[in-house]
């Protein structure tokens, strides 16, 4: 038996080494909490028969946030473990995360594994690029935070880099006026870096990036120039539902390019989350969340809480009274009344 140590930033990071070094089948032994984050000791049966000292292994990523005591990992599933296992995997959670998040309080566990953080687009702020996949909601997005900064009595200044695609400016367009707001079109990174020089004292900046493949090339080239072109803070906008291995490449695709932020959009109409988790997983700071079609109200701020809800709901086949029942749990989640279909 082959013994190991650990230490990384965070759950995700340590169980992405255990897996690079000594591949699947590693047995987690143990777990906690250490300066700089956490440390697991993990086992794998070695064809050695001498006996092997741990040794620590680190990363020096930085630390995203303080966490709580990881919940230990080495004590046999009880019953209701097995119960909750099973739903999550009905999520389709990563296998790493569904060990860690299988047994104890389920909201702690998932403070734990996660790194979750505000958007950071207020006055001062650098601008705020939303990235992501073709059609994954950026520009709906972008307008519901520029709502909301507007509510706030801090107008934003709204600019596009997708100006290219048909009716793309436009249906931005159509929520800045609504807005009494301009929206400024900028497809180069040096019109970006010109339009961002005309903000007012350092008034939110928003900037809606078109949708980009992260192993292509020249997308690729294009979104580090726009990011370092305005010193951007940048947030992979990414829709719910998608299938986990997917949405952990893509999260990862685009964390190699300097993303650090993630906002989910779709939440209401995906009954799973495994795909959500798997981005988060990778390391992406969780933010906020669409939960609606609204525009005013439209995001959510993701917590521990509220994905503890959510992963502890897996959907049967239901009918009737039962279904109802189900469509109930839904909108009580959402703080929404479910709607009756004819």
Known sequence: MRLKVYQAPNIGAAMAMVRDELGPDALILANKTVDGGVELTAAHEHPSTEAEEPEAATVSAPMLQVRPTPITAAIPLTATDLAR???????????????LLARGDLARGIETAL????????????????AGPPGAGKTLTAARIATRLKLSGQPSMVITTDGRRAGAAEQLAAFTRLLGLTLIVADTPKQLARAVERRVGGQPVLV?????????PDDRAYLRECQAAV??????VLPSGLDPAEAADTAQ??????????IATRLDQSRRLGGLLAAANTGLILTEAGVSPAVADGLIRMT??????????ARPKLSGASEAGSLTFLAQAFGKQPRSEP
């Open 85 to 99: 296992a099973g739903t999550l995997r009905w999520h389709g959670v990563p296998a790493e995360l569904e060990a």
């Open 115 to 130: 790194a979750f953080g505000k958007i950071p687009c207020g006055v001062g702020d650098p601008p705020l690029l939303l």
């Open 208 to 216: 809606d990036m078109p949708g980009l493949n992260p192993t292509d």
């Open 231 to 236: 010193n951007a803070n940048a947030a992979l």
């Open 253 to 262: 695709d685009f964390m190699e390019l300097g993303v650090t932020l993630l």
């Open 304 to 313: 521990p809480s509220f994905l503890a809800e959510r992963l502890s709901y």
